[in-house]
């Protein structure tokens, strides 16, 4: 029986979320993973690299609506000695014909986030895997309907959130389970990135000057722009949030329950603007998402987070992280770790040593094969991750209801900077199901 015509009859569905599919009926897909990609931008160029490097992958389709992305994709298979990827383009529903191939087993989705719920969805109902770039959708209302289409037809959705699989964000998680920290008592974390040269450039170079987006400008700048302009709230949640899910075993026996958020006032897209430009009219622009958007949230069994969305002004990249315990915390900002009894009263001690002692054994295990790729390795992770589930036709390490708890902090923190910091209830996606779900990230060094 197709692996469709399945999901129609709703085997998967009527088998149970949790229990998917193994063996004889995809047997055929077992060593090899044949995907597709929409979207291949700058980011879906990072996942187009991790595919070509494997040898179980076979980049079968690729859809992109710009002429100039398909160009680099289809130069960078043909360097790399990979066969020409079928090319889907012409319209925003391009992609459609892709996902409509019987040949496909999963998608690799890295478009604008204004797509994504909606090429997620189709990919879903299409029977494929789907692993989608942060951001799973722009309403709650499209968080929920992720989730609904997830549990209709069985077929596993993942955020790739690579922080996840960061090699410190890592050690302090095997260490969080190892008990280190003692009881966890409150986390921070964020995305506080500079990022006003990948918002404004020439058209030409993704970084170094220039003050354009929209369609004369280049990659991000063509569309994320737009929501700093038009949208108060933290944009840009899951770097932050994901790991600290992962701590605080958010879905598996904690929830987020509510939440509230602040944002200072907008000055440092328009006065970089203005410092390159003098004049121009985006230096004038009323750029409504503040420049630090503060979030605080609460955990049902008690402990406290602190997310913060900081991209427009001077400052070096950091995520933040902080896990405290009743024991002692780490701070990511200045590598520093305090353990009561095993460091120096009142004062820090770097994380070299403890990080090199509690090293993942995922890090332990796929370093050689990790260092290679994006981000510092952990891109190499996230794609393996996702792409043993789908060659196994097991639940992805990131599933539907921690990508959806993960992205939909961002509307919630709009309204709640909409209502004067009111607080906001975060949706349990689960429908009760996090009391007995358990943890399944990250256990060992297989992989997931
Ligand atoms: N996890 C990470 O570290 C990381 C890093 C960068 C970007 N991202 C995410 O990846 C996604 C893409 O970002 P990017 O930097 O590659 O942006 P980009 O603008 O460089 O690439 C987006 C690509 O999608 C194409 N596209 C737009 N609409 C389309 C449609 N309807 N159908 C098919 N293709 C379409 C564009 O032509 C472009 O080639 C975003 O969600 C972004 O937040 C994640």
Known sequence: MER???????????????????????????????LGYIGVGARGMNHINEGALREDVEIVAICDTQESSLKICREYLAKKGRPAAKEYTGSLDAYKALLDRTDIDAVIISTPWQFHHEQSIYAMNAGKYVGCEV???????????????????????????????????????????????????HLEGGYQHDLREVLFNNGKQYYGGGVEYGPSALSEAQWRTQFNIDQDGDLYPTHGIGPIMQYANINRGNRFTNMVSFSSKARGLANHVEKLSPGHPNAKLNYKNGDVTTTLINCANGETVQLTHD???????????????????????NKSIHIEGQTKAHAWESTETWFK????????????????????????????????????????????????????????STKSLKESNKPQEIPDFTRGKWRNRTNTFALDDSGY
């Open 4 to 34: 469709r015509e399945f999901l129609k009859r709703g085997g998967m569905a009527a088998a149970g979320f949790s229990i998917l599919p193994t063996g004889a009926l995809f047997a055929q897909h077992k060593d090899k993973v044949r």
């Open 357 to 412: 002692k509690y090293d993942h054994p995922l890090w332990k295990k796929y370093e050689k094969d990790a260092l290679g790729a994006g981000h510092g390795g952990m891109d190499w992770f996230v794609f393996n991750g996702f792409i043993l589930a789908v060659k196994e036709k097991k639940q992805t390490p990131i599933d539907v209801y921690d990508s959806v708890t993960m992205s939909v902090i961002t509307p919630l």
């Open 135 to 185: 951001i799973a959708g722009l309403t709650v209302k499209e968080h929920w309907d992720i989730v609904n289409t997830s549990e209709k037809t069985g077929i596993p959705y993942m955020t790739l959130e690579n922080v996840c699989y960061r090699r410190d964000v890592l050690a302090a998680l095997n260490m969080v389970r190892q008990d280190v920290f003692g009881e966890l008592i």
């Open 311 to 333: 991209v427009h002004l001077p400052r070096p990249y950091s995520l933040g992280f902080r896990v405290q315990g009743t024991k002692g915390l780490w701070m990511d900002v």
